[in-house]
């Protein structure tokens, strides 16, 4: 009876004994498993760099030189380049103007590109310095707009050129009468010239007449003393 029972007791044991360790494996491989699971990484990108900022800052900076530097040789122009007898002022004028205007619309296209990154911005952290980029170009834009005086210089352009075409057209009036006059004078002295040619011969020719008529006063004399002496022998004889 007792060899019964532990031929019963040994398989029952080791069905224990296999399930036990069966379940402790289980548990170890699961949390295995979801300890080795790789979590999804999310990467969020920037949609501006500094860099990106910096670079408009600088290229807003040197375009606002460049038009401090026109600005000025535009105004030279409009002041003293009438005076130093250029071709054609009209078109140098404009020249100048549009070289102006060109760099005055970069500066407004830099400006305009920060202003949408800066609306962008606002919304999320991190990007304080779109917000700054932005400010100081549109600071240097203002006062860009406050300095130049496109419209003053316009007008005073416009204003002496009238004056160096009055003051032209005067002195093409003046030349016109001088050439005029130069005109008139010229038959008067030619006829002036020709009525001497004309008295020079009539001179010549009246010269040895009186000549002539000295001479023969000359020879009547003569003969007239000639005549007295042969009277006044006689008387005396």
Not at 96 to 105: C, G, H, N, V
Request: some cysteine.
């Amino acid at each position: 009876m007792k060899k019964g029972l532990n031929k019963l007791i040994l398989p029952c044991l080791c069905c224990l004994s296999f399930y036990t360790g069966t379940q402790l494996v289980g548990k170890t491989e699961a949390a295995f498993t979801s300890q080795a699971e790789a979590k999804p990484i999310i990467i969020s990108t920037a949609f501006v760099f500094p860099s990106y900022i910096h670079g408009l800052e600088e290229k807003a900076r040197i375009r606002s030189e460049q038009l401090v530097k026109e600005h000025a040789g535009l105004e030279t122009f409009v002041k003293n380049g009438l005076l130093n007898g250029n071709a054609d002022p009209s078109s140098e004028f404009l020249r100048k103007k549009e070289q102006i205007t060109a760099s005055l619309e970069e500066l407004h296209r830099i400006r305009a590109e920060l202003e949408k990154l800066h609306l962008k911005a606002e919304k999320k952290e991190g990007y304080e310095f779109v917000s700054k980029g932005f400010l100081k170009v549109d600071k240097l834009l203002l006062r860009m707009n406050d300095s130049l005086t496109l419209q003053d210089l316009e007008q005073l352009f416009y204003q002496k050129l009238q004056e160096q075409k009055k003051k032209q057209q005067g002195e093409g009036i003046r030349t016109k009468e001088l050439e005029t006059d130069e005109k008139i004078e010229m038959p008067i002295r030619e006829q002036e010239n020709q009525i001497i040619e004309h008295k020079k011969p009539v001179e010549e020719q009246a010269n040895p007449v009186e000549e002539q008529n000295v001479s023969m006063d000359n020879s009547q004399k003569d003969a007239e003393e000639e005549i007295a002496n042969e009277e006044s022998h006689e008387n005396t004889e």
